[in-house]
Nanobody, 125 residues
Framework: QVQLVESGGGLVQAGGSLRLNCAAS????????MGWFRQAPGKEREFVAA????????DYLDSVKGRFTISRDNAKNTVYLQMVSLKPEDTAVYYCAASRSGYGCYTDPIEYDYWGQGTQVTVSS
């Protein structure tokens, strides 16, 4: 069983930055591809960013390209989401997810096997 714990969310003004962290309790973190998703009130959960087991493959939601950066440290069992130039429309609960199919870079939530509890990001205008 894999447990994922997100941290780093909070309240920030538009144009500000946050870094989200997701710590995984797992024996071999590099076996897993990782992703970040978000869900705003009244909306469906949407893909934000994904990274393959090695970090060599990455994918992003179009609206966050150039502003968000996903990375991972396999020695620390942690995946990060650095967010800059935040906008009010980025406000959502952000979820970390892990896929046992580590070689891929997945945008569909159905590809993920484990989910964190989420961390709130609120961007004020």
């Amino acid at each position: 069983q894999v447990q994922l714990v997100e941290s780093g969310g909070g309240l920030v003004q538009a144009g500000g930055s946050l870094r989200l962290n997701c710590a995984a309790s797992v024996r071999t973190f590099s076996d897993y591809a990782m992703g970040w998703f978000r869900q705003a009130p009244g909306k469906e959960r949407e893909f934000v960013a994904a990274i393959s087991w090695s970090g060599g493959g990455k994918d992003y939601l179009d609206s966050v390209k150039g502003r968000f950066t996903i990375s991972r440290d396999n020695a620390k069992n942690t995946v990060y989401l650095q967010m800059v130039s935040l906008k009010p429309e980025d406000t959502a609960v952000y979820y970390c997810a892990a896929s046992r199919s580590g070689y891929g870079c997945y945008t569909d939530p159905i590809e993920y096997d484990y989910w964190g509890q989420g961390t709130q990001v609120t961007v004020s205008s």
